[in-house]
């Protein structure tokens, strides 16, 4: 067993980010979202991931804006950390050490110096029992605090961060667990509690599922499971609460929000619609239908203008307050299996999976960014708990990409399984697959494999699927239509059977001649030109479980694996074993382009890898304990640009790289200490300012257009910042006769000052940040428009302040290299380009 | 926020023929105009200059219809007994006639009296034709005989005895003024030349011969004959070359078509079969309502004109490009959308703002309710007499959309006598029909289940179901049969099926695997 230190499993993309509700910045700019064990920062404005705040060792479990600095962020974690960031820059800021697992993260203005945590005290005896500890932050200059002063506030809370909630400005907080409503009064010092009955008189359920506070008024918003939302008022005091009821939801309302003037109430649930309460007018609502799945958290921005809906398919979607979608934010969609194998699309090399009920993802890997869905089953979702709808099980691309074909299954209780089997053809114009033929009930049972003939010389397209009927049907392109308006469609071209035996797997051989089909215990080795059955290859007693030719110069060669934890090679000339041996292999694949194999086997609960060609004894590449649990969905994936390694134990990655999934549903992957320097070089020019538009001519002439555009509208940009040749300053410079326009000398050096503003200033004040850059630009052009009022007043100081806690944390290189890093940024011309 | 996606209709393959290029040409042609002629109808042909009227020999007479008239524009009832095979000359001027008695007449297609009467014959002559040179004529007749005639002289040139039988077919050569073929119910074709005594090639069809036909480079010859219609390659020296034998009835009447390009066939079997003469596939097939005696085609395939035993001539005449187009385009153009492209094809110019309107999107009826979540009025909009009557697919495809919503039981439930009167209807017209029947049946299962509870309360409800009760009796019985049937063909066909011995590998030899009979078989239909 040789060692190899270079070669690292990753997390490589697709990590959840509608975990915990999603943070919106007080300018409206980004997004902050618990990402796995990162932040992320999106912007609003171009759905782009501006960058991830990375640092913690474990789930990140809640992100709150730091209520005195809105350039700083709180994060929580589960390894018992709570950090402090400028979310502008993703610099860490301070560690405070708590030392138990965080389960959420709250925090009020009122309460300075102050978070509250949700964590397990005493882990030891009762690890379910969790508190409400409010955690006073030293103030020290070390990165690395420990937070010793821990208080007690509520104990036996909800580790869901929607059960407790701050109201009206931090006087009280609230907090949910099963029926019990907890009021704890920070001025009195006093907890209120109330309870419900289990069930009210229709049977359905009372726990409570969510909370939220008016902003203004003394009033509680709660969700229940069986689709209430109940309004609490008058909670202060032991006896004479009231509450009233609201009830649209058909299933538990998972969230609540209140608008930040609290005129409005914001509810959602399974049913993905966002239902929006007029406050004290309930039976006024307004409905946003179809929002594509399940509604998990809902926020709304400080200035109340933009709602942000997460979805329990990975999503976020930004609304307008018009209930307008305005755009979305996607990431991979896990669900708790993968049905279909991970795939590969031969045109756009991304990975092709099944997300959302009935759809096929097509997400980037390169990009770590979805880039669309293919809707499948092309019926409407019905958003309802238990109900059996259709999923896409099976998928599979022939060797070009032209052509894709899908199982849809619908089991019903007591009726048999509906299958649709389709066949999309790419379009060249559209860039899409376009459904060619759909063929309803292709077999009488389940379809337990499919493959495609991955020959590129031939020209007819086969397909292949096998089902639990014990028949498997070859499906061929018609080659001529019978009339000029209709397209070749699809038919079937051979049913073949064994036995009355169940197929199992199917593969073809690298150059389509063979087909093998494993039966049971026994593969038959078909030709693919006469439909004879040429052999039969078996290795009782157990089935066969993967089947799998080996590509190029090992294509003689087939490989299984069986139930009885065996890997055989045929030999397909001489129509023997070649050679077997003894490992409980869970998956074996093909690398596409190369001899290699790899085989996933399972020992002592976690799970090796070892690379091979089946014509040599030793391995290539071998790893125990890749990852705990068992592998059962890999692929190899084409590298764009192939890496230079040398080292034996890793050139089986150079071409291609191995994607799996765990257990748990993360993706993973293999990387070489080439590829992460790599990696590392190009990640430092990526750090992109999100304000693109902030060019020279924007200093210039863009304060012109804010000014006309007043403050309210200065908050937010949710479009694009307009470039400066269509605003009004522009063409009143060009319109306006030369004479009456200042001298052209004076204009220049406006101009040439602004563009050296950004290498002399900071260097005097030593500013480090981004951000605090730009409102200095700001401020040092628009003299004369600080007497109509600068356009953020608040950002100004609040910059500064974020600066001078970030400075100690920055050293005199790093300085000097971010500076750096600014001047090589070009991004501007690339933006005055495009327009 | 995605739009609603409407419900999904399943297209259904259709049924039998498949759509192709043959079928859209041949079904191009109007309704048929229908005439009366007093009795069956022989012969059928065509003048070969325009306008191409037609000589219909029927009974006594002989009747030219006009391309697009209905009544006779000319008729000839000189006639003693019936007459047979009125034919046109090559310039249109003149027509021959045979008759049951004996005697061939030569009429002026303009007058009225015979020109010409042939007489020699001893019994009646059902062949008449124009030699290519149009101053001879052939005749074949029941007596074995086939002669031929001077018009001019009015004269017999020669007698043929070759045929044992009796003559019903013959044609003479268009280019060679000396070469005819006649076809005899001895099932013999005969080829002669006028400059010899004897018939120069003899082919042998196998049945009583009815009809011939030439092709126009007269390198192929094609015999009707029983239910054979054969093709001869007389440059092979009269070798068979195309046996087809797709009528059940005797073959009556051959006809080329689409410059010959096709070929068509009728039959006592009431049906007209298109062939592809380059394969001899049948591309198409029409009906008719009698057995078919005589067919005619017009130049350019512009009017079909058969002629019935029940002495009915029916004429379809071909759809004009106009025509065929304004159908399809009636459909698609409302008068309404006019209001609509209003400002449509606005350019904008260069400092307009675009406000783009949102695309409305248009639901079906029962769509809307779907979106609304309107269950029974859902199902009471698919269920709208027209719906159900012409588009059950349609009704079909909304109750399964129902049932995948998990409602089905909510629609169907709360329904008056009146509603389940027609549900019920709905269901005994298409449960036993095979593409809705998975659905129907649960259908059935849940209104039987929903009103078990109020059946004997009325008539009407009551006597559908047990039209219901029957109707499944009867389809059970019906399966049943077809299931005997299908294990009748297994056996025969595993029987067919040659065994083959598979090549097996040591490994599965020795693992006491025998060798593996693969059980194949080619799919029997497939639903794309």
New interface residues.
Partial sequence: MVEHGDIRVVHRGGSKINFREPVITNDSKFLLCASGECVKVFSTSTEECVHDLRGHTDLVTGVIIKPSNHLQAYSCSADGTVRLWDFTDGILIKTYVIGHPIYSIHASASHEGVVFVVTSMHADKRPDLLQLVAVHLPRSGDQMVEARELSAVLSDVSSNPLAIVFGRGGEYIASTKGLKLEVYLFRKQKAYSFFLKEDNKKGRRNTFTCVACHPKDDCIATGHEDGKIRLWRNFNQKKEYTYSTLHWHHSAVSSLCFTPEGTNLLSGGIESVLVQWRYNQEDQREF?????AAITHITVSPDGSLFFTSHSDNKITIIQSCLK?SAAIQGLVKGESVTTDLMMDPRSKSLVLNGKPGHLQFYSLQRDKLLYNL?VV???Y?H?SG?Q??EVVKAAFDASGNWLATVEE?KQKG??VELNLKLWEFDEQTQSFVLN?????PHEAQITGMCFCHSTDNQTTMLVSTSKDGHF?AWQLDAQA???D?RP???????????SLVPECCCFSADGSLLAVSFQE?V?VWSTAS??????????PKAIRNLCFGRLSCSKYLLGTTGNNLLCC?NLL????EWSTSMDVSLLLADPISENMAAFCRQAGSTDLFVFKPSEPRPLFSQKAVCPGKVTRAIFAPREEMLESCEESSQWLNRSQLYFLTQHMDLMTFTTKVEEDRLMASSKQLVIDDTVAMTPFYLLLGKHRQQDSGDAQSGISTERTPLPQGSVAIKELLQTPAHVLPSTSFLCSMFVQSLLISVTEPREENKATEEEMESEKEEEDSEEEMESGTTRPEQAPLGRHAAESAAPALTKAQVRELRRVKKLDRSWFAGLLDS | ????????I?VYPKLGE????DT?YWKNYKAPVQIKEFGAITNIDFSPVAPHNFAVTAFTRVHIYGPFSQEPVKTFTRFKDTAYSGRFRSDGQLLVAGCEDSVVRLFDVSGKVALRMFKGHTKAVHVTDFTSDSYQILTGSDDYTCRLWDIPNATELNTYQEHTDYIRCGVTSKLNRDLFITGSYDHTLKMFDARLDKSVMTMDHGHPVENLLLYPSEGLLVSAGGRYVKVWDLLKGGQPLVSMKNHHKTVTCLSLGSNGQRLLSASLDRHVKVYNTTNYKVVHNFDYAASILSLGLAPDDESIVVGMTNGILSVKHRKSPEESKETSGQQRRKPSYRVFVKGKNYVPKQDDYLVSKPVKQHLAKYDKQ?KRFNVSKALDTALETWLRRRKPEITVAVIK?LD???TLKNALAGRDEQSLFHLLNFLIGNLVDPRFA?VLV?TAEMILDIYRSVIGQSPVVDRQLLRLQDLLEREIDYQKDLLEVLGMLDTMFASSIPRKE???????RS?G?GQ????????QL???
């Fill in positions: 946003l239908p179809r929002l594509g979608v809707d092309q019926q409407e019905i309802e109900l709808q259709f619908r009726a048999e033929t759909t063929i309803s009930a049907k019978h009339t000029e209709e469609s699809w038919s079937c071209d051979f049913v073949g059977a064994y036995h026994v038959t439909w004879e059955l040429l052999t039969t290859l078996s290795q009782p045929w001489t129509c023997s074993l | 926020m995605a739009s609603f996606k409407p419900t999904k399943q498949k759509v192709t290029q859209l779907l959309e995948r919503r998990g998975p649960t598979v090549p097996c590998s040591g490994i599965s693992n695997l593996g009979e693969a059980s194949t078989s080619r799919p497939q639903a794309t």
